[in-house]
């Protein structure tokens, strides 16, 4: 069974995450996803998430295309997540291209072509803006 496995927050869920998830799937048999904790988050945005970690994670399982979740913790910790799910395929979005190039010993390494114009941030605004 090959595993991948691909990290993110996915706050405020829209199609670009969709689209990651299940392409990422496509690269294998089991895809397994870190969600990022509420601090994690904080300490990578400087903001809390608008969705708590319980929803986000409650979200990403209910997608036909996820297989397992956990909660991504530390931005550190990615060798460790990697060994403790046997993962042979660590996935993220382009916007990260290189950033994940020191695993290419663990496993193969792909970066996707992220969704363009659309992102949490945007839709916040664009929320806000109608306030
Ligand atoms: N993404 C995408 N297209 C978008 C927006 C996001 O393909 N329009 C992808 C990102 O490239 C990432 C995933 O969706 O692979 C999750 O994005 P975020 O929730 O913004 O996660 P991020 O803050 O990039 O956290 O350890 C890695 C981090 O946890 C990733």
Redesign the pocket.
């Known amino acids: 069974m090959k595993k991948v496995i691909?990290?993110?927050?996915?706050?405020v869920f829209?199609?670009?995450?969709v689209?990651?998830?299940e392409r990422a799937k496509s690269y294998g048999d089991y895809l397994i996803v870190?969600?990022?904790s509420d601090d994690?988050?904080f300490s990578?945005?400087g903001c809390k998430p608008i969705y708590s970690e319980k929803d986000r994670r409650k979200i990403i399982k209910s997608l036909s295309c996820v297989d397992e979740v956990f909660s991504?913790t530390s931005?550190d910790l990615?060798r460790q997540y990697i060994n403790d799910f046997n993962a042979e395929i660590l996935?993220?979005?382009?916007?990260?291209k290189g950033?994940?190039d020191n695993h290419k010993d663990q496993c193969e390494v792909i970066?996707?072509?992220?969704?363009?114009?659309?992102?949490?941030k945007k839709i916040i605004e664009v929320v806000k803006s109608t306030e």
């Open positions: 691909t990290f993110g927050t996915f706050d829209h199609i670009g995450h689209s990651i998830l870190g969600v990022s994690l988050n990578k945005k991504e931005l990615k996935i993220m979005g382009d916007d990260w950033k994940f970066y996707l072509p992220r969704t363009p114009s659309i992102s949490t």
